[in-house]
């Protein structure tokens, strides 16, 4: 988040009795500047590689659909496990590719595992890296008073390393990642864990994230207010989401806006008016004036 956005978030936060004083983020598309393909056929030609070397003879078109397949399965067992649904039903994926060591009868080390993760990640990874002003944003809020947490659809076997790859860990108070739950955002669940763990006041927290739909709105139904941060050039024109509207405040919102719509149409019907009577007395002075030479 650069500079910009912790002013505009500031100047959303509001006066001091409502302040905000817990600050949540998203880490990938929000802090962290990330591209992966996980289609590249290329990337699924050097992982079945690393597997060969480790006894697992796999292509690179049949390594990629077992992994496919056995994400699937792990999805809805997690569904049904955690009463889910498959949208927010998360996986660890370091069971994934142990299954797929185990699928071709070697016993994977802890080690190997995880050593398989991050060379998936590698290997379909594009770009990486903090987007401008992240961490001066963060000191400063910190050095403000606030708290700071991390809640992300996120894979520990990666995301560990890549926070501490780019010295992030220190700036928050609590990191909460999905695969550690087995639910992910917008899931309620998700966003109630981080509440209950660290004892946060709902009504003083603010989400801040790229994805609506996952950020923002399922911020709003936990009680939170969203601050959206949108990508590449967006990014500076970041919108800050409040709370849905109450009945009444609904009520005095469509009557205003009707209000608004019919002085609009009334000012047209006017304009049109006089536009009419401009136009009619052009004429008849014209005619007067031809009837004048005659």
Known sequence: MSS???????????????????????????????????????????????YRYQGADYKAKELKKAYEKAVQEALRESASENKESLDTAEIRIEEI????????????EEGLVFDTCRMFRIVTTRRIKLFPGVKKSLQGLKDGGARLYLLSNAQRAF??????????????????????RGVKKPGRKFFDYLIETYHLDSARTLMIGDDRRCDIEGAVKAGMDGFFVGQGKQRVRAQHCRKKRS????????????????????????????????????????????????
Not at 6 to 17: I, P, Q, S
Not at 159 to 178: C, H, P, Q
């Open 4 to 50: 910009k956005e912790k002013k505009t978030v500031r100047a959303a936060v509001g006066n001091k009795e409502n302040r905000i004083e817990n600050y949540v983020f998203d880490l990938y598309g929000t802090l962290i500047d990330i591209r992966t393909d996980e289609e590249d056929i290329w990337a699924w030609k050097r992982l079945a590689l690393f």
């Open 97 to 108: 590719f142990r299954k797929l060591y185990e699928d071709k009868e070697v016993e994977p």
């Open 159 to 180: 995301t560990e390393k890549e926070l501490e790859m780019f010295g992030l860990e220190k700036y928050f108070d609590g990191i909460v990642l999905s695969s550690d």
């Open 247 to 294: 009945m009444t405040e609904k009520a005095e919102y469509n009557r205003k806006k009707t209000k608004a719509e019919h002085n609009r149409k009334s000012i047209k019907a006017e304009c049109s008016r006089k536009s009419i009577k401009a136009e009619h007395s052009k004429k008849k002075h014209k005619s007067r004036a031809q009837q004048g030479k005659e």
